[in-house]
C-alpha cells in the first residue's frame, strides 16, 4: 500500500464543524475506537493532536447583506457551514465576516483539478461587490 512504512501506519484525520462540543466529543469517540480496534489486535497505538482552531461563525449582518446582494442580482444561493480553517477565523478577531463561495467542477477545492467556469467566476465577483455595496449602504 502506498505511504506506509514497514511495521508503520500513519493516519491523519480532520474534523470540521461549526459546533465546539461536537468537534470534542467526535475526538473522543474517535480516540476510543481507535484505542478498541489496536488493542483487540495487539497493535500499539499512539495518537497525537496537531492543531485544533475553534469554530468562527460568519456574522448575521454580513450574512444578511449577502442575501439580500444575492437575491437583488437575481442569483440563487444556499447557505452552508464551512467548518475550514479559512482566513476569516484570523479576520473575525477584527470585525464581523462572512465568506462567498462558487462552486468548482466536482466540488474539487485547493487541488490541481479545480475548475471554475467563467460564468461562475462573474456570478460570485458581482455577488462579492453587491454585498460590499449592500453593507456599505448600511
Known amino acids: 500500500a502506498a505511504n506506509v512504512i514497514p511495521g508503520k501506519a500513519r493516519l491523519w484525520i480532520e ?3 461549526i459546533d465546539p462540543a461536537w468537534l470534542d466529543e467526535r475526538r473522543r469517540r474517535l480516540e476510543v475506537a481507535i484505542t478498541e480496534a489496536g488493542r483487540r489486535r495487539g497493535v500499539a497505538v499512539t495518537m497525537q493532536g496537531l492543531s485544533r ?3 468562527v461563525s460568519a456574522a448575521a449582518e454580513v450574512m444578511s447583506a449577502m442575501e439580500q446582494a ?5 442569483l440563487k444561493s444556499v447557505t452552508l457551514p464551512s467548518g475550514a480553517g479559512h482566513d476569516m477565523v484570523q479576520m473575525a478577531h477584527l470585525g464581523p465576516v462572512g465568506m462567498l463561495f462558487i462552486p468548482s467542477a466536482g466540488g474539487r477545492s485547493h487541488c490541481p483539478e479545480e ?3 467563467p460564468e461562475h467566476l462573474e456570478a460570485g465577483a458581482a455577488a ?3 454585498t460590499l455595496l449592500v453593507l456599505d449602504a448600511r
Open 15 to 17: 474534523l470540521r464543524s
Open 53 to 55: 482552531t475553534e469554530p
Open 70 to 74: 444575492i437575491a437583488g442580482l437575481g
Open 115 to 117: 475548475w471554475t467556469s
Open 128 to 130: 462579492l461587490l453587491a
